[in-house]
């Protein structure tokens, strides 16, 4: 499980102690980038980690813990449940900063019932204080890429420290970059105003203030394809100073970042409780209007809040029509292990807050399905067609081909060579209009095509790039999609790569890659070739259809296995005669088919005898999408003359029969720390805590 740049505070990484870290580590599990160096890491190798290796469940909860806890707010909960609970304070150490309180009593409570009870408790009563992850968004004038990301890191932490020395925020800052396939995260350290709290240093009894300057962290997140920032910052008074100085540093336009509304409430106004029904965000069960504040004019403002809002407004018999909503509170439930609805509050124009912060990918998409925020069109995407001959530079290559550049130049797919022209770096959107003209070893000189651009001495680097190898590529493309037979060599000018024959179920896909555009003719070439499989053609995204038979549409040049055979099975009109697997969401854990009696958790298919009690037990709970589904609906559906006189005990016996080939699964999928995926929902009742697919 790959952690959310979410959890990047460095800030909050840091008021952990190493040897609290190295104690979760032990208990939990080791990140991978850690396990050589377990007794001399840092904070800074935790962060990276965090950043960029794939962490396990029960980590990726204790860092959920660490920052929905590691609060005032939280510490405040802890205690004072605790008191409540009468549970001794003594479980927990004395003295304890708020961040370690919160991971000592995360893992305190894996082995002891009264610390799990405050946890659970705790973990509520923040959530329902509004002690929220909070960020704001704001658009470009247009999408763009960025140029020289380090550098501009460099940059934004001058201006940054300059601004904190102004304002009296003191003279600490420090910013991390990361470039994620075109999505660019600063990393935010920096101090903030003077306190002079009373208080007594340990050991001492004489009271004193002790000045010291807080730190806080800040994450700035830009999308390029998109032309949005995301801001979360700890004080409300950065968010204009970061928006202003990300615009000066990126594209010198403090006022490049618009301060538009990028949320609008209008949906829930025009359309009323239908705008929350049939969401087709496949993770959410469903969504209600738990809370809205309603501006009528000058004078009014109401706050309305109940289980339902649009029920409340039905009973008062108030028109949505009047005013506008500036507010809501959505409550939504989602399929995992935690029966806490995500909590998310939308403050017009640009504030939302999200309570679970592994929830925010998932939010975002909710939100932008129900129109909530606004999202531009993307600016059109490079593709292999529009970048043919196929000779760029590095950083072209690195939009198309993302994090898999790096192995594709070691496989020798993409291969170093010089360019004869290329783009000036201050002028990149005018095109390769520097002529490459070597002066000596190393050096170069670019004489510009057009006068508005400048002739400018070039490096070794500047001219550097990469060319594909189409033949390399086709046979990385056979191997990550699982192809061992047919297929045809490329020779040049070859509009497609012929990749052979994948099978699915009883079927077989013929698997072509187009290079460039095809030729009117490709449908019949490719029908010859597959003697009797269902051909397909991969192609890009938004390429018009122009009578090539059946085509798979991919936003990703590199395209995944499930991906093709999940749309090339839709594509050729035969989905439903494949096993249920090849039909599913990528996202589904655990997949149902009803025709052929097959269950598969994890893409591992159980070895359960179809209509057995375990086969059933599964079948229901997976039906039952995250809810609970009591004892007795699953013994009326095994054994319905039992269901007077067994009480829960045939539910039960169910579940045992099916813990075996489920464990047994889930144990060849590789995955790790997945606890009970059929776990007790309070007495009486069961719930799947696994994403399902029933066909």
């Not at 909860?61 to 405040?76: F, I, K, M, P, V």
């Not at 095109?431 to 002739?455: C, K, M, T, W, Y």
Request: charged share 25%; hydrophobic share 40%; proline share 6%.
């Amino acid at each position: 499980m790959q952690m959310s740049l979410t959890y990047l505070d460095q800030s909050a990484i840091e008021e952990v102690p190493v040897d609290l870290w190295r104690e979760v580590f032990d208990t939990l599990s080791w990140p991978p980038s850690l396990t050589d160096k377990q007794n001399r890491f840092t904070h800074d190798d935790i962060a990276a980690a965090i950043r960029s290796d794939e962490l396990s469940e029960s980590l990726f909860y204790a860092l959920e813990s660490l920052h929905t806890l590691g609060t005032e707010a939280g510490r405040e909960a802890i205690i004072s449940i605790m008191q409540e609970r009468r549970v001794q304070l003594q479980a927990l150490p004395e003295g304890a900063s708020e961040r370690e309180l919160a991971m000592r009593l995360y893992l305190g409570q894996r082995n002891d019932a009264s610390l799990a009870d405050v946890f659970a408790r705790a973990q509520v009563q923040v959530q329902e204080s509004g002690d929220q992850r909070r960020y704001n968004e704001f658009l470009g004038i247009e999408p763009r890429p960025i140029q020289h990301a380090k550098k501009k890191g460099e940059q934004l932490r001058a201006a940054v420290l300059q601004h904190c020395k102004d304002a009296d925020l003191g003279e600490h800052v420090k910013v991390d970059v990361l470039d994620d396939d075109g999505i660019y995260v600063f990393s935010i350290l920096r101090t903030d105003r003077m306190k002079k709290p009373l208080g007594i240093i340990p050991g001492q009894v004489a009271r004193r203030l002790i000045p010291h300057r807080p730190v806080h962290g800040d994450l700035l997140r830009y999308e390029a394809n998109l032309g949005r920032l995301r801001i979360a910052a700890r004080t409300t008074s950065m968010v204009e100073c970061y928006r202003k100085i990300l615009g000066e540093v990126l594209f010198n336009d403090p006022e490049f970042f618009k301060d538009d509304a990028i949320c609008s409430l209008s949906v829930l106004q025009e359309r009323g409780r239908a705008a929350l029904e049939n969401l087709n965000v496949y993770g959410v069960i469903n969504v209600r209007l738990a809370e809205c504040t309603w501006e009528c004019g000058d004078r009014s403002i109401m706050v309305l809040r109940d289980r339902d809002c649009f029920s409340l407004i039905e009973r008062h018999g108030l028109s949505l029509t009047e005013g506008s909503l500036i507010q809501a509170k959505l409550k939504v439930s989602t399929h995992g292990r935690s029966t806490r609805p995500v909590t998310v509050n939308i403050r017009v124009p640009s504030r939302i807050e999200v309570s679970q912060r592994t929830k925010e990918p998932l939010v975002d998409e909710l939100l932008d399905e129900l129109g909530i925020r606004t999202t531009p069109p993307p600016a059109p995407k490079a593709d292999l067609w529009s970048l043919h001959p196929w000779r760029l530079p590095l950083p072209i290559w690195r939009t198309l081909f993302g994090n898999a550049t790096d192995e594709l130049v070691k496989q020798n797919i993409l291969h170093r060579t010089q360019l004869e022209a290329v783009p000036h770096p201050d002028h990149p959107t005018a095109g390769n209009v520097l002529r490459v003209h070597q002066v000596s070893a190393g050096e170069f000189q670019g004489v510009s095509d057009i006068l508005e651009v400048p002739s400018r001495s070039l490096s070794a680097t500047d001219v550097e790039g990469l060319e594909l190898n189409p033949e390399q590529l086709r046979l990385y493309l056979q191997n990550t999609l699982g192809i061992t037979s047919g297929g045809v060599a490329w020779s040049a000018g070859n509009d497609v790569l012929e990749l052979g024959f994948l099978p699915v179920g009883d079927e077989q896909l013929y698997v072509a890659y187009a290079l460039r555009q095809p030729s009117s003719d490709i449908s019949n070439r490719l029908r010859a070739q597959a003697a009797g499989a269902h051909p397909i053609l991969i192609v890009p995204a938004n390429r018009p259809d122009q009578n090539w038979g059946a085509t798979v549409s991919l936003d990703d040049a590199l395209p995944e296995r499930q991906q093709v055979i999940r749309k090339g099975i839709y594509a050729c009109g035969i989905a439903d005669s494949v096993p249920a697997i090849h039909r599913a969401p990528a996202a589904a854990e655990l997949v149902i088919d009803t025709n052929r009696k097959k269950i598969w958790i994890k893409g591992i298919e159980l070895q359960i005898t179809p209509d057995t009690q375990g086969y059933l037990f599964v079948e229901m709970l997976a039906r039952g999408n995250g809810a609970p589904v009591s004892a007795d609906t699953i013994t009326a559906a095994i054994s319905a003359a039992r269901l007077e006189t067994d009480g829960t005990t045939t539910a039960r016996q169910a579940k045992i029969k099916a813990k075996k080939p489920v464990e047994k699964a889930l144990a060849e999928s590789g995955a790790t720390d997945l606890g009970d995926p059929f776990p007790a929902a309070g007495t009486g009742y069961y719930r799947c805590v696994l994403k399902p697919f029933v066909d």
